[in-house]
């Protein structure tokens, strides 16, 4: 098969296999940390909120299995999605710091006759292989996670750590961060949440397809929905850099034109002020947010929250929300709805 690859895969180390429903995506969580670290803390934990683990590293990677059962459960996919996860030391210091991050390993395009979709343009990984119906990297993984370890040594705050309970109708304690909806937010984007054209302007280049720095300018496939402009229809696939460019920071103005989302706002979005013209906003501060910009829904977007905002906010998971909408937007073959975010995970 030949296929463009982008970014370099992840060598596997161990996995464990979930148990699917018939017709469910199987999302594998390999673990990646070291003995006594990490997935493998032995450090003695209590079993809260429905997280029967007795030492913390059982704790995480019980909720990991959990929060991937749910994104299985809303996807179809003939092949394994496999997500290569790790707890590490990341950036942390008094008030703030970060909590987790994820993306897809690799973006393949669909070459030389796509099944579905569109050929010469990026897509994440694990939606490449669901599309083409067959392994674009060997049994690679196709999305990595590293999650801050150091939270849980109160980095942020004096007695602040992780929740590890994965009960939506268990409620998250003060001073605790609930790690579960910041997996599945941050699993999104290794699913395909997320853009290739660059937001930064003093490094990749604002408006640039990143896919383009070693081969001209193949676009990905969140420029085919996106406008900066409910005026116009033009779509970032196909405009200049510059052009899109300006859409990075054009709050109000950048929309998702595709038909899931707009059909769907009646139902899931939220207020005007997360729409405009009758499309979804997307992220796109007068001061530009790289890693935020553009890769997450307005976070105007209010009753119900929506789980692909650039902060989570409590109230989400009341239902199946536009991020469900997105994906089928984007190529994902989806069970129904209501599999998932079925109840609410407030107070995080
Ligand atoms: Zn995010």
New binding site residues.
Partial sequence: MNLRRLLAPLMLLSFALLGANANAAVIVIINNDMAGVGFNDTTPKTPEGGNPGTTLGAQRLYLFQAVAREWGALLKSNLIIRIIASFDSLPCSSGSGVLGEAGPTSFITLVPTPPSGHANTFYAEALAESLLGADGNSGAADIQASFNSSIDNGCIAAGTRFYYGVNPATPIPSGTFGLYPTVL??L??GLG??TLVCTDASGCGSGQPQGSLSSAGIPDIWTYFLASSTNTGLLWKDMTNAQRAAGVTSDPNLVWLGANVTADLATFAPTSAGTNGGHMRMFAPATVQP??SV??FSSAAVSPNLL???VLQSGVFNNTDLTYSLLKDIGWQVRPRDTIFADSFDAI
């Fill in positions: 937010h941050e999104g984007h949440f997320l890693g935020s890769s997450h692909m905002e650039p």
